[in-house]
């Protein structure tokens, strides 16, 4: 059982991958593999054909998909895995378990609820990591995404699901229900993220979503926007009743993916990870220490989401010192607990399971030229050049982009940050010495 959040390093888990003639609802279609610019969806190399940065590492998976339209640096035809089969899910948490990862926050997006195709997703995916979890005995937390909370659900349909999921699942039961759940402060935790992020519904939404999950019993933990103590661009509801809000959680985690980098070169407006340390994660602690709420740090490998937004940066992995820097600064502000973007993300290239090295990726060159469109802040495909004014608009060829995909730097193994989690894991529980330095892996 897992009484407490402290001690644990706990990543986020997506879960959201199908494929066609994987036996989903989706049908012919690749969810999170295909591009998200224009229907009918297409899962091809090109920029803004696809809508991956990594490519899965597939050798462990009993059940695979072939994606035919690509090509390994060998000639042969790559595979991927759908998350919608249990035994993709099961290796998963056996990953987890074998690494000394503590568990996962499942995460369930307002905008599946009451959509009966990826609610059967969502579903399948959470039945079958609820049985892994048992099975090898890692954390489970559910974690709600409030994205489309308003146009798509509403917040009495959000609440609902939350009470029939923990219901089902029986949060409350220890000793009938799921007894791998995360407690923390003697209660089950609940994760409610992208909280102020969405103009679709008010503060007032939000926490009374709050004040029925902790009247149904439960421990809350809250992500919010990065800047969410002296305000900014990314915190529309303003810093007054957000921090009422946060200050009725027990945990605290904001969303710190893309805001800094390694080493000042990606251009994140927070700047290098070690000024952005001394100049808002420091405050960000001493501020909820002030008011009893709890700090769960994110930290994330790297990031680059380029082949469905061409505009984005790539904040280098830098073999594993950039996620280590993170760990060893959040151990030694004090906290007691880490959150990890991502396991399976590698949509936006934050993923830290299994990902083919970057020697052994597909190609991500289509077969005939077409043009790149950013127009207003939207990009579209076109098959002939396109005229755009404006400011910062832009119409370039698919090659002069140069994007490819992301692999896991050669010098490395392709689980080389599973195991530099479980080191984090090793470190904030003092198993290890914490060092500045990553750890020395053993060959």
Avoid at 164 to 183: M, P
Avoid at 205 to 233: H, K, L, N
């Amino acid at each position: 059982m897992y009484d407490s959040y402290h001690g644990l390093v706990m990543c986020g888990y997506q879960g959201w991958f199908a494929c066609n003639g994987d036996g989903s609802q989706y049908g012919p279609s690749w969810p999170h593999y295909s591009d998200k610019w224009a229907f009918p969806r297409i899962f091809q190399p090109g920029v803004g054909r696809n809508g991956i940065d990594m490519w899965p590492d597939v050798s462990e998976y009993k059940v695979t998909y072939e994606a035919s339209a690509f090509e390994l640096p060998d000639g042969t035809k790559p595979r991927i895995f759908s998350s919608y089969d249990e035994s993709s899910v099961n290796l998963h948490f056996k990953w987890m378990k074998e690494y000394g990862i503590s568990g996962v926050f499942m995460q369930r997006f307002a905008s599946q609820i009451e959509n009966p195709v990826a609610r059967e997703l969502s579903d399948k995916v959470l039945s079958s990591a609820m049985k892994a979890s048992d099975q090898y005995g890692r954390a489970i937390c559910m974690m709600y995404d409030l994205v489309g909370l308003g146009p798509e659900c509403t917040v009495d349909q959000l609440i609902e699901d939350i009470r029939n999921v923990s219901e089902q699942y029986g949060f409350f039961d220890r000793e009938t229900g799921h007894r791998y759940y995360l407690y923390h402060n003697g209660k089950p935790l609940i994760a409610l993220v992208s909280v102020d992020e969405n103009a679709n519904y008010t503060i007032a939404d939000a926490q009374r979503i709050v004040d029925t999950c902790q009247e149904m019993g439960f421990s809350i933990m809250i992500s919010c926007p990065t800047y969410w103590r002296e305000g900014g661009g990314d915190v529309p509801f303003g810093t007054a009743a957000l921090h009422e809000l946060i200050k009725d959680a027990d945990i605290l985690t904001p969303w710190y993916v893309g805001r800094y980098d390694w080493d000042g070169t990606a251009g994140a407006h927070g700047g290098k990870f070690s000024v952005f340390k001394e100049k808002v994660a420091k405050a960000d602690k001493a501020w909820l220490d002030t008011y009893g709420v709890e700090f769960a740090p994110l930290c994330f490998a790297g990031y680059s989401d380029r082949n469905m937004h061409p505009n984005s940066k790539v904040f280098k992995r830098a073999g594993g010192d950039f996620f280590w820097s993170q760990v060893h600064n959040s151990i030694e502000m004090g906290c007691k607990m880490i959150y990890v973007a991502m396991f399976d993300e590698i949509d936006e290239g934050t993923a830290i399971f299994k990902c083919l090295r970057q020697s052994e990726v597909p190609s991500n060159e289509f077969w005939s030229e077409y043009y790149v469109v950013f127009e207003n802040g939207t990009y579209r495909r076109s098959t002939t050049p396109v005229e755009v004014s404006g400011n910062g608009n832009w119409c370039k060829k698919a090659s002069e982009l140069g994007i490819t995909f992301t692999g896991i730097e050669d010098n490395l193994q392709s689980d080389h940050y599973l195991w530099l989690a479980g080191q984090a894991g090793k470190a904030i529980r003092k198993e290890i010495p914490l060092t500045a330095k990553q750890p020395a892996r053993q060959q």
